[in-house]
């Protein structure tokens, strides 16, 4: 067992059962570390999930999806902390589930009990533990029009949120690749933006910059006091959700979410007849199928050969 820096803070690492494992001694100071690690040796290794999560957070940091990782812990650890990974199983997830129900949707739940799986299997690819979803929720059927995602703009009362707003409705990018978007990923030049590789399984697109979004973008770039795209104060901003609830409280559009914006748009390209395959391109999807399941319905051609069969 060694004393190991890794990723701004200090760790603990060993080898067990031919597997290099490492846990947070959550300090930045070398002599508080050494500390820590001196009782950490006289203790037998058996790692919590509360342990396994705190190094999960530590080594995330930095990434666009790290806030929703530590969202994410502040519901799930005072449920699932003090147990072993061996520990959880299907019984303990559907407690957690029926619990989480009283405040929150499924949806949600999912996303927190995967969350806490990627987690698990960050400590130990061969992770015993057993995680239980709920079922996966009915599609979200919130749609916005153009002129509400205009209103919703108009709105904004700072800055970055509108250039936020702006970004989503012309790009439908993601709102975690957004955030995470910095300038030298902005061609002004050439008209296209790389959001780069998202996260897991999230694709990210190369997109153009259309002829609506290029004045705002270039207005911020020549103000801009950090690399990245959406800032504030020179620095990056990691939620948005405090300036886009006011905004959409303001425009009068409650019901919707950030990432209302992505679907919205994917919706107008489908309803003007854009190919499956271009909007996928757009989305970033993995494949044109995951397209055509949610968005080919909105095209003017769907299912027109089958009705002209029936004439």
Not at 108 to 117: A, F, Q, V
Not at 167 to 184: C, F, H, M, Q, S
Request: aromatic letters at 8%.
């Amino acid at each position: 067992m060694r004393l190991k820096w890794h990723r701004g803070a200090w760790y603990a690492v060993w080898s067990e059962g031919g597997q290099t494992k490492r846990r947070s001694l959550r300090t930045k100071d070398r002599g508080e570390a050494e500390r820590v690690f001196r009782d950490f040796q006289r203790t037998p290794v058996g790692e919590t999930v509360s342990d396994i999560y705190a190094a999960y957070e530590t080594d995330k940091v930095g990434i666009p999806s790290h806030e929703r990782i530590v969202m994410a812990g502040k519901a799930l650890l005072p449920h699932f902390g003090h147990f072993r990974p061996d520990q959880i199983d299907r019984k303990l997830c559907r407690e957690y589930t029926a619990k989480r129900r009283r405040t929150v949707q499924d949806g949600t739940i999912r996303k927190e009990l995967s969350t806490l799986r990627a987690a698990l299997r960050y400590n130990d690819k061969s992770t015993p533990a057993v995680i239980e979803l709920p079922a996966n929720p009915a599609p979200r059927e919130v749609w916005m029009t153009k002129d509400e995602c205009d209103r919703l703009a108009e709105a904004a009362e700072s800055p970055h949120v509108r250039l936020f707003i702006l970004v989503a409705r012309y790009t439908a990018a993601r709102k975690e690749a957004i955030l995470g978007l910095r300038w030298d990923a902005v061609d002004l030049s050439q008209g296209r933006i790389s959001f780069g590789k998202g996260h897991g399984n999230k694709g990210r697109a190369i997109t153009p910059i259309s002829n609506a979004l290029k004045p705002h973008l270039v207005r911020s770039y020549d103000v801009r006091t950090s690399e990245y795209v959406i800032e504030w104060g020179g620095d990056r901003v990691k939620s948005i959700r405090k300036g886009f609830d006011s905004a959409k409280r303001k425009a009068g559009l409650d019901h919707i979410t950030p990432h209302d914006l992505r679907r919205s748009a994917a919706r107008w390209m489908a309803e003007a007849g854009v190919p499956m395959s271009e909007i996928s391109q757009y989305l970033g999807h993995s494949s044109t199928q995951v397209t055509e399941r949610v968005y080919a319905r909105f095209s003017p051609d769907y299912l027109r050969k089958a009705a002209e069969a029936l004439e």
